[in-house]
């Protein structure tokens, strides 16, 4: 075994090598873009919290469109008790008005596609 240095050497380089963009992520203390999101212009309290809505929102807007459009189910009655409509164009976008500042922002950050748009008006930004 006269090669047994070079090739823990090789395996040393190729273990740097592959593991280089986690230590360079590390080291600069950056994880790359994060997402500029515009909020709404008035202080107003989405339907539930700020957390639920970024884990769930999608999950909630599924269960809507279920219960308005299948049920015939129109009233959503929130955490703290107040009553919403149930309707992407009717309550969510009147607060979040610009789709391509707070929508877009994320689903592209995240790489999803949703099918919100192929029923629903895409609003235009302010």
């Given amino acids: 075994m ?7 050497i090789g395996l040393a380089i190729f273990v740097l090598l592959i593991t280089f963009p986690i230590w360079f992520t590390l080291a600069s203390g950056k994880a790359g873009h994060r997402p500029e999101l515009e909020l ?5 309290q989405c339907v539930e ?3 639920y809505m970024k884990a769930w929102h999608m999950d909630l807007l599924n269960d809507w469109r279920d219960a308005a459009v299948r049920d015939g189910k129109r009233m959503y009655v929130a955490e703290d008790g107040k009553k919403y409509v149930m309707s992407l164009s009717l309550t969510c976008l009147k607060c979040h008005t610009n789709k391509a500042k707070f929508c877009d922002e994320c689903h592209n950050y995240v790489g ?13 930004g302010d």
Avoid at 112 to 124: E, I, L, Q, S
């Fill in 40 to 44: 709404p212009k008035n202080e107003t």
């Fill in 49 to 51: 919290s700020k957390e």
């Fill in 112 to 124: 999803v596609v949703p099918y919100c748009w192929d029923c629903h008006v895409d609003p235009k």
């Fill in 2 to 8: 006269h090669d047994a240095g070079k090739v823990i």
